[in-house]
């Protein structure tokens, strides 16, 4: 008999998950920007917890694929996440944001690569219905970008911190509802670590892996400035939010099709055509941003170079690394992302001032496109 799918418990983790990273994404360049940080040093601080997902979700990863206990890393991930936060209460100074954003991103990414392999153990067959699981993180993207959006426009960014640390809570009070995947994850005998090095030599598996680093590096200087930028062009705080949000709807849209999409079109396809698009939407956003509705369309671009490309990547995994070995892959993938992005973070950080937002955007533009064409060559067109 099929074990009945959790739902809701599921959806409600990257409900509460992904709010958080609401408030982190487009507002925390803001927050060191009011506590009075040059655009250097706010690169240098966002790039920090980058950095930790170079380290952090290996290490978790392996213990999970080791011990099989990865909901319990989950929640202790998800309490030492708000533990390790409340410092920013005590002190504001560079040295000691440094060291808080480096303990607390370290436990906050142990929490989602596990995560992703406990969701993929309780959908087992059914694991095209992924993306309609994920979409509800999306949704408590949008409920925190809109709503922090507009109440910082009433109150001063000193309730930021409070915010935030409201929303790791809720985090953890959600991992305590969800259930224990079905799927024993201990390592057995016969599948080794040298197990996992092997299926990185497959065809364009590690080419895949380079790409995602690209694909995150192209978003530096967006997921950094993004909200310096656009108010600097003049629109108000809460017309950000709702860019910001317009961007997760469309990723919402494309999830409520993705499993059609990946029936029709090849994981190559898709990574490909994300990767382009990405690269369409740096240059629009580095050039004519001041206009309207080409921000509209860049926001609505997010569906790809988001939604299409993290669903793709999350089907490519499952597709090449075992039950047992999944800890591994997904914290692989996210540690690529974090050298990626810790790079973007940091190369925007040190252009925006010298270069200006057009060149900035159009290095991320240009990482975006040499993505598209490693793939090109190195992915296997299989389905």
């Known amino acids: 008999m099929t074990p009945v799918l959790p739902y809701w418990r599921l959806s409600g983790f990257y409900f509460a998950y992904f709010a958080l990273l609401g408030g982190v994404a487009p507002f925390l360049a803001l927050y060191f920007d009011h506590l009075g940080f040059s655009a250097a040093r706010i690169g240098e601080l966002i790039a920090i917890p980058m950095l930790m997902r170079c380290v952090a979700p290996n290490l978790w990863g392996w213990l999970g694929d080791v011990s099989g206990r990865r909901l319990a890393i989950v ?101 305590l509802i969800v259930p224990r995947p079905p799927i024993a994850a201990a390592r057995p005998k016969g599948e080794p670590v040298e197990r996992f090095f092997m299926l990185l030599r497959k065809p364009g598996v590690l080419a895949f892996f380079i790409c995602v680093g690209l694909m995150q590096f192209s978003h530096g200087p967006y997921y950094t400035f993004l909200t310096l930028h656009l108010e600097a062009l003049g629109y108000s705080r809460g017309l950000i939010g709702l860019l910001w949000a317009l961007g997760v709807v469309a990723e919402i849209l494309l999830f409520l099709v993705m499993t059609r999409v990946l029936g029709r079109f090849t994981l190559k396809q898709v990574l490909m055509a994300s990767l382009l698009l990405a690269s369409l939407r740096w240059v629009l956003l580095g050039t004519l941003a001041e206009h309207l509705w080409v921000l509209l369309l860049v926001q609505a671009l997010h569906a790809a170079t988001f939604g299409s490309f993290h669903v793709a990547a999350i089907h490519f995994i499952q597709r090449h690394f075992s039950e047992r070995l999944q800890g591994q892959g997904q914290a692989l993938y996210a540690s690529l992302s974090g050298v990626g992005g810790a790079l973007g973070a940091l190369y925007s950080g040190y252009s925006w001032t010298t270069l200006g937002a057009h060149w900035t955007f159009a290095i991320a533009a240009l990482a975006a496109l040499i993505a598209a064409m490693g793939l090109y060559r190195a992915l296997p067109s299989d389905r």
Do not use: K, N
């Open 75 to 175: 929640r202790v991930g998800a309490l030492f996440t708000a533990i390790a936060f409340t410092g920013i209460f005590y002190r504001q100074d560079y040295l000691w944001l440094a060291l808080i954003m480096a303990s607390h991103s370290f436990f906050w990414h142990a929490v989602l690569p596990q995560f992703e392999a406990i969701t993929l153990s309780h959908l087992g067959p059914q694991s095209a219905r992924y993306s309609m699981v994920r979409l509800w993180g999306s949704v408590g993207f949008i409920a925190t970008v809109v709503g922090l959006g507009l109440l910082l426009e009433v109150f001063s960014l000193d309730i930021y911190p409070a915010v935030m640390l409201a929303i790791m809570l809720a985090i953890f009070c959600s991992s």
